[in-house]
C-alpha cells in the first residue's frame, strides 16, 4: 500500500519563530533537562517534525513538548493522534531505517533535512524569504520567555532508539554491536543488529558513528577526558572497518560515513590530547587529516587543521601550530563560517604567541575578532557549539599569558568566566584553571588562590590531565607568597591534599 505523503507541520514551525532549528533544539533539550527526560534533538529532529516526516512524538519528546507549551495539546502542536499512527508507520519517530529487509526492498528516502558533522541548518535557517509564513506571533504558546534563550549544550544525549541510544560500535563478519558509553564502570550492554549478507553499510551504522561523536564531546564536556579515552578507542576502531569493509548503497551515505569517521578520529584524538597523551592524539588527528583528503571533505580537513594546530601549541611547537593554523584557514575558506575563521585565526594567534611574535599575534587576534562579530551562519559545523564568546576570551587570555602580559590574560580570563554557560562543566574548570595561573603570575595571589578552590570543587567532577596540570603549575607560583597570604596558603594546603587522594 502506498504511503501517504507527508504534511508538514506549519504548527510546530511557527512555534520555533526567527530561531534557527539548531537553537530551537536547544531549547528543547534544556526543557527536558527541567524535568528530568533526556533527549537527543538537534536540528535535523526538529526538520523531521516540521516536513511531518514525524507525525506524533514518542513519548519523552511529548512530555518535553507539554512541558515546554502548558494548556497545549499535541493536536494544538500540529501532531496526529497517537492512535491514527500506530503500528509500522508510527516508528519513524526516534528509530533509524530498518538495518535489513527483503531482498529488493527499496531504499528508504533521503531525511528531510540534511545531517552529519558538516551539514548547514535547515533550509528555513538559510533562507530568510520563507520567514514571511510565520511571521505572526499569536500563538498561544510562544511566550515561554525563559525557555526561548540559547542553550548551548551540544546536541548529544542518545534517544530511545535500540541502535543509537548504544553508540558504541563493534563490527564482526556479520553484525554491528552497539555498546553504552558509561562512566565508572557502568555496564556494556549491546544490542546486536544483523548485517545483510553483503556487508551494505546504510542510515542505521553511518547514525551510530555519528552518535558515537556526540556522545563523546557530551561526556567530555561533562567530566573531561581521562576516563574516557580507552574506551572510546572501540567504536573508532569500528568506524574505520566499517570503511574499510562495508558498501554504501547511496554516494551522500559513502560521504557522511567518511566524514563521521573523522570527526570520530579528531574526538577520540582530543580525548589523548586532553588526558596527555600527546603522541596518541598526533596520530588521530593525522588519520582525520588522511580521511579527510581521501574523500576531499574541506570541512573535516579544517578541523583535524585547527585541532593539529592547538595540540602543537600545547606539545610546545609553536611554528608548527601556525603553519597548521593557516593551512586550517585554507581550507575553511569556501565553507561560510566566518566563526570557524576566527577560531583558526586564534589557533594561529596561540602558535605566533608561543614564537613571541606580539605584532603576529595581535593582528591574529585582530581578524579573528572581526570574523567573530560577522555572527553565526548555516555553514557553521557542528562541532563548534562549544566556541562563543567565552571561548574567545579564554584563547585571546591564552596568548597574552604566553606573551607574559600578565594582567592583560587575567583581563580576559575574568571575562571568559563570567560568559561560560554553566552546562559546560568542563569548561568551567578549564577557565578558572587557566586565571588561576594568571592571576597567581600578576601578583593577584588572593584572587588567584580563591579562584583555585573554584577549580578543585569542579575537579571531584572533571578528570582532565590537562587542567590538573594548569593548576599545580599555578600552585607553583603561589608556594614562594604562601607565607604571608592565608588565602594561598589554604589553597596550597587543598591543592596537595588533592593530588595525594
Known sequence: MASTAAVPNLAFRQLRGQRSAGEFAAVVRRAAREIGEQVACDARYIGRVESGEIRCPNYAYERVFLHMFPGASLADLGFSARESVRGRGARVVSEPPPVHGRRGDAPAPAAASPSGPHAPLLPHDS?????????????????????????????????????????????????????????????????????????????????????????????DDRHGADGLYR????????????????????????????????????????????????????????????????????????????????????????????????AGQRAARTL??????????????????????????????????????RGTAAGDPEWMSFFREAELELLEAQCWSALGDWSRAARHGLRATALQDAHFTRNLAL????????????????????????????????????????????????????????????????HRESRSA
Open 336 to 373: 561560510g563560517s566566518p566563526r570557524l575563521l576566527a577560531l583558526l585565526a586564534l589557533r594561529e594567534a596561540g602558535g605566533r604567541a608561543g614564537l613571541g611574535d606580539r605584532t603576529g599575534c595581535d593582528r591574529a587576534i585582530g581578524r579573528a575578532r572581526a570574523a567573530f562579530d
Open 231 to 326: 574506551r572510546a578507542a572501540q567504536p573508532l576502531r569500528a568506524a574505520y572497518e566499517l570503511l574499510d569493509a562495508g558498501t554504501t548503497a547511496r554516494r551522500a551515505t559513502s560521504d557522511r560515513l567518511h566524514a563521521g569517521a573523522g570527526e570520530l578520529a579528531i574526538s577520540v584524538g582530543w580525548l589523548a590530547h586532553d588526558s596527555g597523551r600527546f603522541d596518541d592524539a598526533r596520530s588521530h588527528y593525522a588519520e582525520a587529516l588522511a580521511t579527510a583528503r581521501l574523500a576531499g571533505d574541506a570541512g573535516l580537513e579544517a578541523h583535524a587543521f585547527c585541532n593539529t594546530s592547538f595540540l602543537a601549541r600545547d606539545a610546545g611547537r609553536p611554528r608548527e601550530a601556525v603553519r597548521a593554523a593557516e
Open 127 to 219: 533562507r530568510p524569504h520563507h520567514d514571511h509564513l510565520f511571521a505572526h506571533h499569536d500563538h498561544p504558546f510562544l511566550h515561554r520567555d525563559h525557555l526561548l534563550h540559547r542553550d548551548t549544550e551540544p546536541d548529544d544525549i542518545p534517544e530511545e532508539s535500540d541502535v543509537l541510544r548504544r553508540v558504541f560500535m563493534t563490527s564482526g563478519t556479520t553484525t554491528v554491536a552497539a555498546a553504552s558509553l558509561g562512566l565508572g564502570g557502568a555496564p556494556a550492554s549491546a544490542a546486536q543488529v544483523s548485517l545483510p549478507a553483503q556487508r551494505r553499510v546504510g542510515e542505521a551504522e553511518v547514525n551510530a558513528v555519528e552518535k558515537a561523536v556526540r556522545q563523546i564531546r557530551l561526556l
Open 431 to 494: 577557565y578558572r584553571a587557566q586565571l588561576t595561573g594568571d592571576l597567581a603570575r600578576a601578583g593577584r595571589a588572593d584572587e588567584a588562590a580563591a579562584t583555585g578552590h573554584q577549580v578543585l570543587d569542579l575537579l571531584t567532577r572533571v578528570q582532565s590531565s590537562r587542567i590538573r596540570g594548569m593548576l599545580a603549575g599555578a600552585a607553583r607560583v603561589l608556594e614562594p607568597r604562601a607565607g604571608g597570604v592565608s588565602g594561598a596558603a589554604s589553597f596550597l594546603t587543598r
